[in-house]
């Protein structure tokens, strides 16, 4: 078996959502003194690689734990863009190029390639690539069940296209994975692999942190 990550790391005071915590890990235990080291951990649900449930946006939206955990798991579709410039809105054109009409029941990642430009700097906080209202009616239409993207929000970072995006797709009973990295090799990975990101098991949330991985089995 092979497992590929597709996940970002969560580190003390790493790059995270602006309007969310700072992410704090702190020693509260340690050798030789407590004779345990132990960590507290303090960060927002969306932080790091992670899941939104309707629940995110919605007032009366299921929270995450409603969803079965096959639902976070099956074939992936990675529509892979290259070189998506600032704030680019991705739209049904950009959809279209890239994905076949068959998409039921199917996850699809949106690979903009800004994971790799990870980092606590302006562009990456305020100005990536997103999925537009438009672009998300279009994969919502062709009845996925999952969408992914590289960045941690999957509307970008203003209104109203972030509120949009997130309502049309939560609206719709799909959930999302946010701040994912497609790695060197990712591709080669995805073949005959499964995608699968299961959440926390944490009773009513809105989210949580996953490990978003390709399976291979042999
Ligand atoms: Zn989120």
Avoid at 14 to 23: K, R
Avoid at 196 to 216: D, E, I, K, N, W
């Amino acid at each position: 078996m092979r497992i590929f990550d597709l996940s970002q790391p969560v580190t003390d005071g790493g790059p995270n959502c602006p309007a969310h915590p700072p992410v704090q890990l702190a020693r509260i235990a340690d050798h030789p003194a407590d004779g345990w080291r132990m960590e507290l951990v303090h960060f927002a649900s969306h932080t790091g690689t992670h899941l939104d449930a309707p629940l995110h946006k919605l007032a009366d939206g299921v929270s995450i734990d409603a969803f079965p955990l096959e639902a976070f798991a099956g074939r992936a579709l990675v529509a892979h863009f290259n070189g998506l410039e600032a704030d680019h809105p991705i739209g049904p054109e950009d959809l279209a190029a890239k994905l076949p009409d068959q998409l039921a029941g199917g996850i699809v990642l949106l690979n903009t390639g800004w994971g790799a430009r990870r980092a606590r700097s302006e562009e990456w906080l305020h100005h990536s690539p997103f999925l537009s209202p438009a672009g998300a009616e279009w994969l919502v239409n062709r009845g996925v069940k999952g969408i992914g993207i590289d960045h941690y929000s999957i509307g970008g970072s203003r209104d109203p296209d972030n509120t949009r995006t997130h309502e049309i797709v939560l609206g719709a009973g799909v959930w999302v994975v946010e701040d994912l990295c497609f790695r060197e090799g990712w591709r080669e990975a995805s073949e005959d692999a499964v995608f699968q990101a299961l959440p926390l098991h944490m009773p009513g949330l809105s989210g949580t942190p996953c490990r978003a991985v390709f399976v291979r089995y042999p």
